[in-house]
């Protein structure tokens, strides 16, 4: 399957083509792209919105609370291999860090203790990602509560500026930098960093 060239994982396919030791092919499950580093098969491209990374048993326990706080990854228990969902620019970066992360896992000059195993889309009970993924209820409200932390921002910038800074341009700058992180694939602090940049950026008008 080839993959749309305006697609996230196609420009995730673009960049690794410059990383040394990068082989590309069709992947060895019969779905998408594979990309193998050090003759190992470690990422498969299955869709244009879909991707999985075999990090290993051992890479994955280590790493549970990371990869537990991230939305587009899941896991599939007992095969080292990751799922991620391409949805967002900012999956782009993501992917391309846990790339990074599984290959310094597998170096050869490293002791390996998991065995390359076959992705989920090998098993046959295992369904493909959507690729249009409705918004889950969970989705929708995060996106709420960051929108209310938002408004209470405004609310409270307008407050401390008060005679310095008209209403207008304290709404005007915090829009202005919340959309700095459209994309970004970690939502949770998105508030806080917008209210420093923000009020170091009215501060400084």
């Given amino acids: 399957m080839s993959l749309t060239r305006a697609s996230i994982a196609h420009r995730v396919l673009n960049r690794l083509e410059a990383w040394p030791g990068i082989q590309i ?3 060895a499950c019969g779905r998408g792209v594979g990309v193998s580093v050090h003759a190992r098969e470690l990422l498969h491209l299955h869709t244009d919105h879909e991707a999985e990374l075999f990090l290993g048993e051992s890479t994955i326990k280590r790493m549970h609370d990371t990869l537990s706080g991230t ?4 896991v599939r228990p007992g095969n080292g291999w990751i799922r991620l969902r391409l949805r967002y620019e900012g999956d782009t970066d993501l992917l391309l860090a846990l790339v990074s992360v599984a290959i310094k896992a597998h170096d050869p000059g490293q002791d390996r203790d998991d065995d390359l195993t076959g992705c989920s889309a090998s098993i046959q009970d295992e369904p493909p990602c959507d690729e249009g993924v409705p918004e889950t209820p969970a989705r929708i409200d995060l996106a709420v509560r960051e929108r209310q932390a938002l408004d209470e921002l405004i609310r409270r910038l307008i407050r401390r500026f008060a005679g310095t800074r008209d209403a ?6 915090v829009t202005a930098v919340h959309h700095r992180f459209d994309g970004s694939p970690i939502r949770d602090f998105v508030p806080v960093f917008v209210e420093r940049i923000a009020q170091a950026e ?3 008008r």
């Avoid at 207008?168 to 700058?173: F, I, K």
């Fill in 202 to 204: 009215l501060a400084g």
């Fill in 25 to 27: 092919a069709g992947a």
């Fill in 71 to 74: 939305e587009q990854v899941s």
């Fill in 168 to 173: 207008e341009a304290v709404r005007t700058t």
